[in-house]
């Protein structure tokens, strides 16, 4: 393979890793939020600090669509496009990688 080849492939994985990290640290971030959702547990606030970031935006900007529905869907909407990141732009650099390894 060529260095840009490897460069790209890394990259990809590197992407894939930190995908599948945030996706399970989101799942956490439900299911705390299910449980106990005023702990005061440090895994718990690592993992309310690691997520707001990402979904304070999303919820801003649904609660102007949505309302007031009490029921929180921005993880959804993070999951959906953490689906389609994986999907395409992590396919798409390996597939670059490959066909640069020809």
Same mark, same amino acid.
Do not use: C
């Given at each position: 393979?060529?260095? #840009?080849?490897?460069?790209?492939?890394?990259?990809?994985?590197?992407?894939?890793?930190?995908?599948? #990290?945030?996706?399970?640290?989101?799942?956490?971030?439900?299911?705390?939020?299910?449980?106990?959702?005023?702990? $005061?547990?440090?895994?718990?606030?690592?993992?309310?600090?690691?997520?707001?970031?990402?979904? +304070?935006?999303?919820?801003?900007?649904?609660? $102007?669509?949505?309302?007031?529905?009490?029921?929180?869907?921005?993880?959804?909407?993070?999951?959906?496009?953490?689906? +389609?990141?994986?999907?395409?732009?992590?396919?798409? #650099?390996?597939?670059?990688?490959?066909?640069?390894?020809?």
């Amino acid at each position: 393979m060529t260095p #840009l080849a490897n460069l790209i492939s890394a990259l990809a994985q590197v992407l894939d890793i930190a995908i599948n #990290l945030m996706f399970l640290v989101l799942l956490a971030r439900v299911i705390i939020s299910w449980v106990q959702p005023a702990t $005061k547990h440090p895994v718990s606030q690592a993992v309310y600090t690691v997520t707001e970031p990402v979904l +304070f935006p999303i919820r801003r900007f649904m609660s $102007k669509y949505t309302g007031s529905l009490g029921i929180d869907l921005s993880p959804i909407v993070v999951f959906l496009a953490l689906i +389609f990141i994986q999907g395409f732009v992590v396919r798409t #650099l390996q597939q670059m990688a490959l066909s640069l390894a020809i």
